[in-house]
């Protein structure tokens, strides 16, 4: 009985120890935050135009091409360090980009964009962040590429950087294209 009692610590230490060496020696990235929603179709949403800005956003939207879909709030500082990024993506790479505005104020996102300029075609407001949680949104900005079928083929969540738009976002879109 009292080596049952010392073996317990040791057979619960051994069992995390595995539980924790296994994906790493797996060479799996403990940073990467997996998404359930990979190559499955895009949840079903309907969200509002920003005020003054015409068409809202919705499930309906996608399909046809390859697009991004980029969920940002004026409130967000590295929403504001990837617009560059995004900026040069649509304007300089043709690149369609939608924007779900998360918990936000209107009148902050629309300042926002005039102020940093709008390169969306489509934005929806997502108030209460609930159509965010539907795409498995952990916090802004993420961004997903989204097929020809509506289907999420990629997700990046923190703000797009220029080395990982060309190693990764570019050459997907381009494959998506056919």
């Given at each position: ?9 040791l057979l619960l ?125 952990y916090g802004v900005?993420e961004t997903f ?34």
């Open positions: 009985m009292r080596k049952a009692l010392f073996a317990a610590p230490f051994l069992g995390v120890a595995l539980w924790i060496a296994v994906p790493l020696l797996r060479g799996d990235d403990p940073r990467v935050l997996p998404s359930a929603l990979i190559d499955r179709p895009a949840p079903e949403f309907d969200l509002p135009p920003l005020p003054g800005r015409g068409e809202g956003f919705s499930r309906g939207d996608l399909g046809g091409a390859p697009v991004l879909v980029n969920v940002f709030a004026s409130w967000c500082v590295p929403c504001l360090a990837e617009h560059p990024v995004l900026t040069r993506l649509a304007r300089e790479q043709g690149v369609t980009v939608h924007g779900i505005n998360y918990r936000d104020d209107p009148a902050d996102a629309l300042a926002w964009l005039a102020r940093h300029g709008d390169i969306y075609d489509r934005i929806g407001a997502d108030p209460e962040g609930r159509v965010a949680i539907d795409w498995g949104v900005p590429v989204v097929d020809t079928e509506g289907r999420i083929r990629y997700r990046h969540p923190g703000p797009l950087t220029p080395d990982l738009v060309e190693r990764e976002i570019l050459p997907l879109l381009a494959d998506l294209q056919g």
